[in-house]
């Protein structure tokens, strides 16, 4: 078969998909960089996986007999190229299996690609709106509403419209590229572009629809009115969006906004974007600011909750001071709008950070993933729940994948996924997806943390001092400083680490370290019983990282400590692991 003869396909191996039709290679929904012949080596391979395909058959379909070239060592450099980029080894195969002095086989398990079948979900990317208005101060406006119009389109239904999320979104902020072009980077079928114009009160949106495939404008219209309008704006479009690339889809009516609190609202929504401690203040404030001014908006309560779990989560509360706060303003945006996505997560992260009604709290995060589908947030949350309080790696696993097939450039997502790994034991694969992360962006923390604490698992001290002191020196939180200690406990230099310890208690000035830290140190350093006496003032203060007690390999010297069991037996997580 020639080159021109191959049919399209798309197919998927390992954390691999390829569509030949568009000549190109992903690898968990990047792009990898591979020449036009080494392309087609594994095009060839992946016709016929399991079968071998002889060195003269790939001379005839990659050298026709017009085109004289050293065949040989052209066909051996393409298949290195082709091995270096699958991560494959000719000594140890995974993929690309040599046959002395016959071919190669693809070693393999390949699958068609869902995207190849019929019901299989359309993927849609919303491009960040252009600012017309000609004030930089409107740039949140804009971002706002792009970020708006995904969760919009998000709540369709997520077997027949997969909507990119907003971090892959906005790294196309101001891009040049061609429709075309992006199309293939994240494997779309459509792209919705618009604009935004605003002037005394008064906004323009306009937007349209564009095949990926062909660049042919299928859909376009104009919106005229008022600023608080701008919610029906976004409905509007999204339904109109819907129903050119399926079908018409119903959905609850969005109430009219006032432009103050709209705009206060997307203010909190750019800060808290930032996962930051002044961002998360800054959001905080503005959503505050938004339902004061309108009490029955229902996103921004919904938005003030998941803002106030995190500033606990992360440190920069306490959790008796923020939670009760992150409860009130889940329960408000659930009875303004039961059907809201934002709702039911942000009460689902209160139920198990707070409440540690486990039930309760998966009951509301899948109800969320089920109204949003689409929903990147709700998605990822729900996969590090099923991981780290059911121990149930496989779908956990399974629901971050999703979360990356929507939000493939999101280094928060591909951080947040590698404890995944980390909690299964599999240390050499969560190192290796932290660091395709940072290959992305190295200005990651939690990778970092991932790197750290899989290395020191796996008894490669020097790597995890390495990582830990990197994170330390740049962030500087909590953790980081833990899991420091840490390693240089285990690693053999105990003074190091109480050094560490003297450090993460000054870290935390004015306020006191939260016991949960100190813990991880006292454990590495063998001292069991002040490390049990730790994590119980933990439990006593409700500390939301005591529930990955069950899961975590920090504190596995601990597990035969009755007072350990007993904290497990109270956390209702006494069940053993699977692993």
């Known amino acids: 078969m020639s080159r021109a003869e191959v049919p399209a396909r798309k197919v998927r191996f390992g954390p691999f998909e390829v569509d030949t039709g568009a000549q190109v290679l992903r690898k968990r929904g990047l792009r990898i960089k591979l020449r036009r012949q080494s392309f087609d080596v594994l095009a060839a391979l992946l016709e016929h996986p399991g079968k071998v395909v002889t060195r003269e058959d790939l001379r005839r379909r990659l050298w026709p007999e017009t085109i004289f070239v050293d065949f040989e060592d052209s066909l051996n450099s393409a298949v290195k190229r082709l091995r270096r980029a699958l991560g ?43 600012n017309l208005s000609g004030e930089p101060a409107q740039n949140y406006l804009c971002d706002g509403l792009t970020e708006e119009m995904i969760g919009q389109l998000a709540r369709i239904d997520g077997d027949r419209l997969g909507v990119i999320a907003r971090t892959t979104a906005m790294r196309y902020k101001g891009t040049t590229k061609s429709a075309r072009a992006i199309a293939r980077e994240l494997a779309l079928d459509y792209l919705l572009e618009g604009s935004v114009r605003s002037s005394a009160g008064f906004l323009r949106v306009s937007a349209q629809l564009i095949d990926a495939a062909n660049e042919q404008h299928l859909w376009a219209k104009t919106y005229d009115g008022h600023l608080g309008d701008v919610l029906r704006f976004q409905e509007e479009v999204a339904h109109a969006v819907a129903g050119e690339v399926r079908s018409s889809l119903a959905g609850p009516a969005a109430a009219a906004v006032s432009p103050a609190a709209y705009d206060a609202y997307i203010r909190g929504r750019f800060h808290a974007a930032k996962w930051t401690a002044p961002g998360f203040t800054a959001a905080v404030a503005s959503f505050e600011e938004a339902v004061a001014i309108q009490p029955g908006f229902a996103e921004a309560w919904a938005a003030l909750a998941v803002s106030w779990s995190n500033i606990a989560l992360w440190n920069y509360a306490s959790p008796r001071e923020a939670y009760p706060k992150a409860e009130r303003a889940a329960r408000c945006a659930i009875e303004i709008d039961e059907t809201l996505c934002g709702s039911h997560h942000a009460l689902g992260m209160v139920h198990w950070y707070y409440g540690w009604d486990l039930r309760a709290g998966k009951r509301e995060l899948e109800r969320a993933v089920e109204l949003s589908p689409s929903d990147t947030t709700s998605r990822l949350t729900l996969a590090i729940f099923l991981g780290s309080m059911e121990a149930d790696f496989l779908r956990a696993a399974s629901e971050a994948q999703r979360a990356q097939d929507l939000d493939p450039l999101s280094v928060a997502v591909r951080s947040t996924a590698c404890w995944i790994p980390f909690w299964a034991r599999n240390y050499d694969q969560a190192i ?40 330390v020196a740049m962030f500087g939180d909590p953790l980081s400083f833990a899991y420091l200690g840490m390693a240089y406990a285990l690693a053999g230099n105990p003074d190091r680490a109480r050094d560490v310890l003297r450090l993460l208690e000054q870290s935390c000035r004015p306020a006191e370290v939260r016991p949960i830290f100190p813990a991880y140190i006292y454990a590495a350093l063998g001292e069991n019983r002040t490390a049990a006496e730790h994590l119980e003032k933990a439990f006593e203060q409700r500390d939301p990282l005591i529930l990955w007690l069950r899961v975590s390999p920090d504190f596995d010297a601990l597990r035969g400590d009755p007072r350990f069991q007993q904290l497990l037996r109270r956390l209702d997580l006494a069940a053993p692991l699977p692993i």
């Open 88 to 130: 494959d080894s000719a000594a140890r195969p995974e993929y690309v299996e040599t046959i002395p002095r016959v071919g190669y086989r693809f070693a393999g398990r390949v699958e068609e690609s869902p995207s190849e079948s019929a019901g299989g979900a359309l993927r849609l990317l919303v491009l960040p709106f252009s």
């Open 432 to 471: 290796a997806h932290a660091r395709e992360t940072l290959d992305l962006d190295d200005n990651v923390p939690v990778a970092l943390l991932v790197i750290g604490a899989a290395a020191r698992a796996k008894g490669a001290y020097k790597d995890a001092i390495v990582a830990l002191e990197q994170s």
